[in-house]
């Protein structure tokens, strides 16, 4: 069973913790979990700006594959967003203990300066 919005994102229910520890073990890729664990949507183009958009593509596959994030399309967009809610259901806990772990500030764009930022999640 895939979730409604992607069928490249799997419902955390088929997800094994191992994946997820595996997505969360990159430092970049924790950088990016870090940064969207502030609860706001972000389109892609603008999350880490001045990483390589080959770079930034890989790492927010491997964290949808792992079922920390989901993406939307909009348009010619896309958006991400951390599924927290979704990951502290199924691994109550896990977040709240890696998130500490970075403590670099993030060279990500605010929410602010993403359309997203003005729309309510969906």
Request: charged share 20%.
């Amino acid at each position: 069973m895939t979730s409604a919005v992607n069928p490249d994102e799997p419902a955390l229910t088929e997800v094994p913790v191992t994946a997820v520890l595996f997505a969360l073990s990159d430092p970049i890729r924790l950088q990016i979990v870090a940064t969207l664990s502030g609860g706001h949507e972000y389109a892609c183009g603008h999350l880490f700006p001045d990483m390589p958009k080959a770079t930034r593509s890989h790492h927010l596959k491997v964290l949808r594959e792992a079922g920390l994030t989901t993406t939307r399309r909009e348009g010619t967009s896309k958006y991400v967003r951390l599924r927290a809610g979704e990951v502290a259901e199924r691994f109550p806990g896990l977040l709240d203990a890696v998130l500490p772990a970075t403590d670099q500030p993030s060279p990500a764009t605010t929410p602010a300066a993403t359309p997203a930022a003005a729309q309510p999640a969906r």
